[in-house]
């Protein structure tokens, strides 16, 4: 497709990856898609319209971007998938969503000035590593679509306003779409900076974790730990990192989607998201909770599960560049991990106390909570699955896994599990989820604009209506503006 006004034109070259993650993106559509038709969260029928058509329009869009042969067609394709994103979190709030798509424009504007400073230094805009002179606003504008530290600030806010078909979509593969940028601009020179981010935000999410009492605002800060895995992978700045990171993507996907799909059943069945007003889930809904159980074994990489192969061959490709400093913080974030499942599984599955009248169950639709289980159990086998036949099948997958079943591995697969669960069970108190939303940077930058509402406000005071008033203002402008001019004259 050329567009001869920007001298420019829309490239598709697919390749291994791009074709591997095209298939997950309609991967991840259909199965949003089935989960939505049960969740039935969307009470007007404008808001259902306008879902559905983001929902529909996100897989057509994401299936193009990652088949983009060139950076300017990547940008474009991808902030139409943010239109549809922003679409489907309209029905859920609309400043959130106002917020999310001012945000990624934000991110689509930095790659653009990257784009014509890579025009102008090197002549090219093909897909991959670009000049030094461009890298910073690459990495800002794909900073925010992959949240990056400091640029991750809506992503926990968003995921708590967003309906949660739209959670799924948006943790399961819209953030992904930014780490696929993230994987083409890679470099060796990228590496030091890349390690560094990925541990910076695998340890800071699980703590903010910790900390939360919203289901899905603990999600979020996980989205954003476990995007540090991918990141560290990506800093050994070799291709078995660029592999182990393609790979953590994709199971990162499709187990936080089955997670999301977890909480937004609960959140159906007793109107709350609290962990605080939860409890009893396990014996109310045990489909449900043995369906969240794949998710969470998952996302502490327990064996069996795609999460095992997927913090194995990051912890490979740390061990072959010798980051023996990265692997203990990564092993430090999979007890957090495990301390954080333990919380939620406890707190919303397993603690038996008696509901009160606020906490009591909604009424049940069991037709359109199949569907709901329905996805979740496509997205329970697809976590099974990328952990099982990479082992039982070692020609599906390029490289030879059979190595990481060693008991040493396993051993250490384990370890942060074991303690995480063994942690909690001695002091669950000290995880009790409390009544208040921990600060994060979305809080601070909503501190910041205060001062731009007090002159916001002072200016509505006077701007009324009134002629004589303006007057008054013109007169004293022009009085001010000649006393200046004499000044300067003399």
């Given at each position: 497709m050329n567009l001869p006004f920007l001298h420019l034109s829309l490239n598709m070259h697919p390749d291994q990856i791009s074709l591997v993650m095209g298939a997950f993106a309609i991967f991840m559509t259909l199965c949003s898609a089935l989960y939505a038709y049960g969740y039935g969260a969307l009470a007007k029928k404008s808001q259902a319209r306008c879902f559905w058509m983001g929902l529909w329009s996100f897989g057509v869009f994401s299936f193009l971007t990652v088949l983009a042969a060139d950076w300017f067609s990547l940008i474009i394709f991808l902030e139409l998938c943010s239109i549809s994103l922003f679409l489907m979190i309209l029905a859920g709030d609309v400043k959130t969503a106002v917020m999310y798509l001012l945000t990624q424009f934000a991110g689509a504007g930095s790659l653009l000035i990257g784009v014509s400073i890579l025009i102008r230094d090197s002549g090219t805009i093909a897909l991959g590593p670009v000049c030094p002179s461009a890298f910073p606003f690459f990495l800002v504008g794909l900073g925010l679509k992959a949240a990056l530290p400091v640029m991750h600030?809506?992503?926990?806010?968003?995921?708590?306003?967003?309906?949660?078909?739209?959670?799924?979509?948006?943790?399961?593969?819209?953030?992904?779409?930014?780490?696929?940028?993230?994987?083409?601009?890679?470099?060796?020179?990228?590496?030091?900076?890349?390690?560094?981010?990925?541990?910076?935000?695998?340890?800071?999410?699980?703590?903010?974790?910790?900390?939360?009492?919203?289901?899905?605002?603990?999600?979020?800060?996980?989205?954003?730990?476990?995007?540090?895995?991918?990141?560290?992978?990506?800093?050994?700045?070799?291709?078995?990192?660029?592999?182990?990171?393609?790979?953590?993507?994709?199971?990162?996907?499709?187990?936080?989607?089955?997670?999301?799909?977890?909480?937004?059943?609960?959140?159906?069945?007793?109107?709350?998201?609290?962990?605080?007003?939860?409890?009893?889930?396990?014996?109310?809904?045990?489909?449900t909770f043995a369906l969240f159980l794949v998710g969470a074994l998952a996302i502490t990489g327990f064996p069996g599960t795609s999460g095992f192969l997927a913090k194995s061959l990051v912890k490979e490709t740390l061990k072959e560049g010798h980051h023996v400093l990265a692997i203990q913080a990564l092993f430090l974030a999979g007890i957090g991990t495990a301390l954080s499942f333990s919380k939620m599984a406890f707190y919303g599955f397993m603690k038996t106390r008696p509901f009160s009248g606020k906490d009591m169950e909604k009424e049940e639709r069991p037709r359109e909570m199949k569907y709901c289980h329905a996805a979740m159990l496509i997205l329970a086998l697809g976590t099974l699955a990328l952990g099982i036949l990479p082992f039982s099948l070692p020609r599906s997958f390029p490289m030879d896994t059979r190595i990481w079943l060693s008991w040493g591995n396993l051993l250490s697969a384990l370890s942060p599990i074991a303690a995480g669960i063994l942690f909690f069970t001695f002091l669950p108190g000290l995880f009790r989820p409390l009544s208040i939303d921990v600060p994060d940077l979305y809080w601070l930058f909503s501190q910041l604009e205060r001062p731009f509402n007090l002159l916001s406000s002072v200016l509505q005071q006077y701007h009324n209506g009134r002629l004589p008033r303006y007057l008054k203002f013109l007169l004293a402008a022009i009085l001010i503006i000649f006393l200046l001019l004499i000044r300067s004259d003399q």
């Open positions: 600030f809506w992503l926990p806010r968003t995921h708590s306003m967003a309906p949660t078909p739209a959670s799924v979509l948006l943790s399961g593969f819209a953030v992904k779409m930014g780490v696929y940028g993230l994987i083409r601009l890679s470099s060796e020179s990228t590496a030091p900076l890349f390690l560094y981010l990925g541990l910076t935000m695998a340890i800071y999410g699980v703590i903010q974790a910790l900390l939360q009492h919203d289901m899905k605002r603990l999600l979020a800060f996980h989205t954003f730990s476990q995007l540090g895995f991918v990141m560290s992978a990506l800093g050994s700045g070799t291709e078995a990192g660029i592999m182990a990171a393609l790979f953590y993507s994709l199971a990162h996907g499709i187990f936080k989607g089955l997670l999301f799909c977890s909480a937004g059943v609960m959140e159906k069945k007793y109107d709350t998201r609290d962990l605080g007003l939860l409890g009893r889930g396990i014996r109310k809904d045990p489909v």
